[in-house]
């Protein structure tokens, strides 16, 4: 049987996503602003148009401030920034779509539990049941510092990640299925006895108190997360129904699916309950050297001095202090590893430089880049697929809305004739689409 692939579009709510430098590009956001609803309205009518499974929105909380101990560069370059709150446009998104799914990514580090589940839970019942939640723990000082706490050590991060999704379970399970009476006559609304108080008392969080929403059409949001980590791997293995990772070649996408699969079973999980999604970026054209020449122009955008504070951020290592021309595999990191690795890969072992780095990462944080005709990528599309174990896509944003309306056009059809994409939507939520086969 030919596998199907889930397909998502990869941005953030603002002026520049993960392609450093977009913002300058002739071909980006012409006529649009992404404040405007009518753009995020047109994205998502353009990625249901291509039978997406969801559009998975990034975060960061405030500007990255490790390069050169500021946030100049950040500010300067659009570096991810100027960045909206992401849970704001799900309901445009989703009143502008029948079918199409929203990931959000939200971090635990500032909210509580008890928060989190109202929020999302009112979102679920607003989008007929199509959000998901991307689950983080901020790892930026900069996010630490805007919020004037000191950063939580790395060793008992995930610790409280596992207490916080214990409560999170108990709320969204809290109300029964017949909980909700309605019964005019009587006055009675919802039965009482059928709504638990949950009353948790751990060692990171406390709360007694009723799930303030009632339950929504998937009951819980569908979890999604990007461990890295072995310990990352494992909360991914145990909680994720989608899991994202970024690898630069099909070799270490299926060390990776391999290792998955290996820590499944002791969490009582199946291969069938989890999707494997991996990062691309196309640049698609009718001809290779037409693809080659937008692809030449979407480099020609990247400021070295932007493209070293995103990676100084994502990595909490200030890269200016280092020698350009130093080997990136001889400097250690304290921040995003799986992330750092795909940089280590980028050139099949080779050594690659801090100048050569910080470019790579600012093209789309070291995924693959697949520059060619609809034919050529869905041939390397199928071989991520077949062979490296990916069940789907995340696609990285280059200038918008244009790389997905040419994606849509393009590739689209060709998946489609290949029998690799659904013709048409036959569930109703986002979990019924990304768990189909």
């Known amino acids: 049987m030919t596998k199907k692939l889930h397909l998502l579009g990869f941005i953030q709510n603002g002026v520049n996503s993960h392609a450093t430098g977009m913002w300058r590009h002739p071909q980006d956001k012409v006529n649009w602003s992404f404040t405007d609803p009518a753009y995020w309205e047109h994205m998502a ?8 499974d969801g559009m998975f929105i990034a975060d960061e909380l405030a500007p990255y401030t490790t390069h050169e101990d500021s946030s100049d560069a950040t500010v300067k370059y659009a570096i991810q920034c100027p960045t909206h709150e992401p849970s704001t446009i799900v309901p445009i998104i989703t009143r502008a779509t029948q079918h199409l799914g929203v990931g ?13 589940c109202r929020r999302l839970s009112s ?14 723990s901020s790892y930026s000082k900069s996010e630490w510092e805007a919020y004037g706490q000191e950063m939580t050590s790395r060793a008992d991060r995930y610790e409280r990640l596992e207490e916080y999704m214990e409560l999170c379970y108990q709320l969204w399970d809290s109300w029964e299925p017949d909980a909700i009476v309605a019964d005019a006559e009587s ?36 979890l999604w997360q990007a461990g890295s ?17 970024v690898h630069p070649n099909v070799e270490r996408m299926r060390e990776y699916v391999d290792d998955l699969d290996s820590r499944l079973p002791k969490f009582g999980r199946d291969r069938d309950s989890v999707k494997y999604l991996f990062g691309v970026q196309t640049v698609v054209a009718a001809t290779e050297e037409e693809a080659q020449a937008k692809y030449e122009r979407i480099k020609a955008c990247i ?14 290592l200030d890269f200016s202090t280092f020698d350009p021309d130093d080997e990136i595999q001889n400097i250690e990191v304290p921040g995003i590893q799986g992330l750092f690795e795909s940089i280590l890969y980028a050139k099949n072992g080779e050594p690659v430089t801090v100048a050569e780095a910080a470019i790579i990462y600012a093209q789309g944080m070291g995924m693959p880049v697949l520059v060619g005709t609809p034919s050529s990528i869905v041939d390397q599309l199928e071989t991520y697929a077949d062979e490296g174990g990916a069940d789907g896509f995340m696609l990285i944003a280059t200038y918008t809305p244009g790389c997905f309306e040419e994606f849509v056009d393009m590739v689209v059809p060709e998946l489609q004739r290949r029998g690799r994409l659904r013709t048409e939507y036959t569930g109703s939520t986002l979990r019924e689409h990304l768990l189909e086969q």
């Open 303 to 316: 400021p070295l001095e932007g493209a070293m504070a995103w990676m100084s951020g994502h990595f909490g």
């Open 187 to 222: 006055g009675i609304y919802a039965d009482p006895d059928k709504v638990k108080v949950v009353d948790h008392e751990g060692q990171y969080y406390k709360s007694r108190g009723r799930h303030f929403v009632a339950p929504s059409p998937q009951g819980r949001p569908v």
């Open 45 to 52: 009518r353009t990625m249901e148009r291509g039978l997406f």
């Open 123 to 136: 979102l679920d019942h607003l989008s007929d049941g199509r959000v998901a939640w991307n689950i983080v």
């Open 104 to 116: 959000v990514t939200l971090s635990t580090a500032f909210e509580h539990p008890y928060s989190m």
């Open 229 to 245: 980590s072995p310990r990352g791997r494992d909360f991914a293995a145990k909680h994720a129904e989608a899991i994202f990772a």
